[in-house]
């Protein structure tokens, strides 16, 4: 899926930017078709898997970006050309854009661009851009006739982390890189968040975390992890006060049995109380905080492909 906003973000910091996408793949391949990386002259971010076709494809794009070629489309047999084992062969869509190029997409459901030869647009993509643009429907990323059409990213999913400890950073290094969530991280200061924070964290820092609450999206996702039984209970409270999609608290049985009382004597009735879900994770994998973190973002996305698999369902 076309992500407009990484992009803009990434070209806001580095100047023009390179996107190679996977376009099209026969037999064995590292990647699915929509999969995507940017590349700019001192860094990349993405990944189109497959080793030595990420280095070839990014060495190129490199190339474009010095020569200032718009738009290139290759074709790359991975086993006799690459020497990789999978066998299989990709297309690859490379293009240079810069933020005035992307200011036509702010409103579009679709990005059908050509890419290669001179032919007129194919009639399918014409009208799969109509439906998506008409009536909402998914686009499917699909080459055809020297043309590419994507769909452009959904909003991502609101996902706020309370909690900068062991788990808290295990966690955002694992979800990070999904571009299906738009993350913000809240502690108590600076001192408590690693020196490097992954490329689109938003972070947050609050004497008292539970005072943003009223600030989060009314269907935003939490994960309450903080080094505070007190401040805990208190996110807890704040949140079951205000809309959210989904809340997380870690902590063992013992601790949600204490922690649902005092809820229960705050003026929270059990329904709502049993919205928050605690423990989180998966306990068969483990207590430590990867093992927590692997568990939380399966179950997460897990839950978005069901409900988008229930959305196309209905449509």
């Known amino acids: ?153 959904a909003r991502a999913v609101p996902l706020w982390f309370w909690g900068a400890g062991h788990v808290g950073r295990a966690m955002v290094q694992t979800l990070a890189g999904l571009t299906e969530f738009d993350i913000t991280w809240i502690d108590t200061s600076e001192a408590r968040f690693p020196e490097v924070i992954p490329e689109g964290v938003t972070k947050l820092t609050a004497d008292n975390p539970a005072n943003l609450v009223p600030y989060a999206p009314s269907d935003a996702q939490h994960l309450i992890l903080t080094y505070s039984h007190a401040l805990d209970l208190e996110l807890c409270h704040q949140l079951l006060s205000h809309s959210f999609a989904f809340t997380g608290l870690i902590g063992s049985k013992t601790k949600w049995a204490r922690f649902k009382n005092r809820l229960n004597d705050l003026g929270h009735a059990p329904d709502q109380i049993s919205r928050i879900t605690c423990p989180i994770g998966d306990p068969t994998l483990g207590k430590q905080p990867q093992a927590i973190a692997i568990g939380v973002a399966g179950a997460l996305l897990h839950d978005l492909k069901n409900k988008k698999a229930r959305k196309d369902q209905t449509a």
């Open 1 to 153: 899926m076309f992500d407009l906003a990484r992009l803009k973000d990434a070209i806001a910091a580095h100047g023009p930017v390179a996107r190679v996408v996977v376009a099209e793949i026969a037999g064995s391949v590292p990647r699915e078709v929509g999969a995507s990386m940017l590349v700019w002259q001192t860094g990349q971010s993405g990944t189109i898997g497959g080793g030595t076709l990420e280095f070839e494809a990014t060495k190129s794009a490199r190339a474009m970006l010095g020569r200032q070629t718009t738009a290139e489309l290759s074709r790359h047999p991975l086993g006799p050309a690459l020497g990789q084992c999978c066998g299989g062969s990709v297309s690859l869509v490379s293009e240079i854009f810069t933020a005035g190029d992307l200011e036509h997409l702010d409103e579009k459901q679709s990005f059908a661009r050509q890419v290669a030869g001179d032919s007129a647009m194919p009639l399918s993509l014409k009208r799969a851009e109509t439906l998506a643009r008409n009536q909402g429907l998914a686009v499917r990323p699909q080459l055809q006739d020297g043309w590419f059409i994507e769909p452009l990213r």
